[in-house]
């Protein structure tokens, strides 16, 4: 077998050869030269090849190789120099012409002998028949302006979204933190941007007469400084929010932090969602309010407080402000007679209970 030495190959320019195969059959010794009309699809950018044969219109797209070229091999016989030329090729399909009004005119035609001369049976299946019939253009348009109606905020997939993992309770946590003040950073819970607008906000403001009298207690038995009493503030407005019944949340007019503009933007756009243009509350977001909250307390008071104050304010038993303690990774310590919150290494990791929901 003589072997090729390949001199040259042609990539597909604006003209190039085109093979052509026929969906219902294949070409013969008797195939006669046909011309073809050659289109340019505007849409997708392919060329269309459509010719006549047999009373026949045949029509067809370019083939897709996305994955590799076509390509024939030529030898010029005087020179025996060999080339390869990049082709398209196609595949024609019979366009087959359908009548619709001739076939739309005999099915009336049928439906006014069956009204006149056939038996009631007869006719009541073809008034059923009529029924179900429906305009397509009419549906279409239906159906685009509901789908140009629909937004996200009306979709609640909330009881879909399954928050097992603690950490979407409480704020970003270090569990391989060498020491207890590293578990919790106040720069990934509130940014220092976040920060000083709220501190601008909450000066020479009042914030502490409405207070719960366990943090009001905290405030007044130690210095804070600027960022630990911006979390003493978002703290009881996150207990507030606990406590709140869910009406009042929906209400257009809430506010949760009237001392700031911008704690209170974050609370609602946190710890509430939004479900048909109403702001609700979901039971695991409640939680987080909470969860969150025990941490901006640990961090105002030198990671540990006492348990009965709390749960005198928030109204809570021992058992359920436990679980919720052990979501933030401290502990319960007996000192005496009193329950002592700490945050402490090792972080509690126990599973003291086996969640069936997202509520604990």
Same mark, same amino acid.
């Given at each position: 077998m003589p072997k090729f030495h390949i001199d040259e190959v042609f990539p597909k320019g604006d003209l190039y050869p085109l093979i052509v195969n026929f969906q219902n059959g294949y070409t013969t010794a008797e195939f006669q030269t046909k011309e073809c009309l050659l289109l340019k699809n505007e849409n997708t950018g392919k060329t269309c090849i459509a010719t006549e044969l047999n009373d026949l219109v045949y029509a067809g797209e370019e083939d897709n190789e996305p994955l590799g070229k076509t390509l024939i091999l030529t030898k010029n016989r005087k020179t025996g120099k060999?080339?390869?030329i990049e082709i398209m090729s196609a595949e024609l399909k019979p366009i087959l012409k359908i009548d619709n009004y001739a076939s739309q005119l005999l099915e009336t035609s049928n439906l006014e002998l069956s009204r006149k001369f056939g038996s009631?049976?007869?006719k009541q299946q073809m008034?059923? @028949?009529e029924k179900l019939k429906v305009n397509i253009q009419t549906v279409t348009e239906q159906m685009q302006n509901v789908t140009d109606t629909i937004t996200e905020e009306k979709l609640d997939l909330s009881s879909y979204n399954k928050n097992d993992s603690d950490d979407f309770y409480i704020?970003?946590?270090n569990r391989l933190a060498d020491r207890p003040e590293d578990v919790y950073d106040i720069d990934k819970i509130l940014t220092e941007d976040q920060l000083e607008k709220i501190w601008s906000e909450l000066e020479d403001k009042d914030y502490e007469a409405n207070m719960f009298p366990f943090i @009001?207690?905290?405030?007044?038995s130690r210095k804070l400084s600027e960022k630990h009493t911006v979390l003493a503030v978002y703290a009881d407005s996150l207990l507030k929010l606990y406590l709140t019944n869910i009406r009042e949340i929906s209400k257009k007019s809430y506010v949760i932090c009237p001392h700031s503009v911008k704690l209170n933007e974050i609370i609602l756009s946190s710890f509430t969602t939004t479900t048909?243009?109403?702001r609700c509350r979901p039971t695991q977001y409640k939680d987080k309010a909470l969860?969150?909250?025990l941490v901006f307390i640990l961090l105002i008071n030198k990671l540990k407080f006492e348990l009965e104050g709390l749960c005198n304010d928030v109204k809570l038993t021992v058992n359920n402000a436990s679980m919720k303690i052990r979501v933030t990774g401290a502990h319960v310590v007996n000192s005496g007679s009193k329950k002592i919150i700490q945050l402490k290494l090792p972080l509690n990791t126990k599973n003291a209970f086996r969640r069936k929901s997202a509520r604990f």
């Amino acid at each position: 077998m003589p072997k090729f030495h390949i001199d040259e190959v042609f990539p597909k320019g604006d003209l190039y050869p085109l093979i052509v195969n026929f969906q219902n059959g294949y070409t013969t010794a008797e195939f006669q030269t046909k011309e073809c009309l050659l289109l340019k699809n505007e849409n997708t950018g392919k060329t269309c090849i459509a010719t006549e044969l047999n009373d026949l219109v045949y029509a067809g797209e370019e083939d897709n190789e996305p994955l590799g070229k076509t390509l024939i091999l030529t030898k010029n016989r005087k020179t025996g120099k060999v080339r390869l030329i990049e082709i398209m090729s196609a595949e024609l399909k019979p366009i087959l012409k359908i009548d619709n009004y001739a076939s739309q005119l005999l099915e009336t035609s049928n439906l006014e002998l069956s009204r006149k001369f056939g038996s009631k049976k007869h006719k009541q299946q073809m008034e059923q @028949k009529e029924k179900l019939k429906v305009n397509i253009q009419t549906v279409t348009e239906q159906m685009q302006n509901v789908t140009d109606t629909i937004t996200e905020e009306k979709l609640d997939l909330s009881s879909y979204n399954k928050n097992d993992s603690d950490d979407f309770y409480i704020p970003p946590i270090n569990r391989l933190a060498d020491r207890p003040e590293d578990v919790y950073d106040i720069d990934k819970i509130l940014t220092e941007d976040q920060l000083e607008k709220i501190w601008s906000e909450l000066e020479d403001k009042d914030y502490e007469a409405n207070m719960f009298p366990f943090i @009001k207690h905290i405030m007044s038995s130690r210095k804070l400084s600027e960022k630990h009493t911006v979390l003493a503030v978002y703290a009881d407005s996150l207990l507030k929010l606990y406590l709140t019944n869910i009406r009042e949340i929906s209400k257009k007019s809430y506010v949760i932090c009237p001392h700031s503009v911008k704690l209170n933007e974050i609370i609602l756009s946190s710890f509430t969602t939004t479900t048909n243009n109403r702001r609700c509350r979901p039971t695991q977001y409640k939680d987080k309010a909470l969860c969150h909250a025990l941490v901006f307390i640990l961090l105002i008071n030198k990671l540990k407080f006492e348990l009965e104050g709390l749960c005198n304010d928030v109204k809570l038993t021992v058992n359920n402000a436990s679980m919720k303690i052990r979501v933030t990774g401290a502990h319960v310590v007996n000192s005496g007679s009193k329950k002592i919150i700490q945050l402490k290494l090792p972080l509690n990791t126990k599973n003291a209970f086996r969640r069936k929901s997202a509520r604990f």
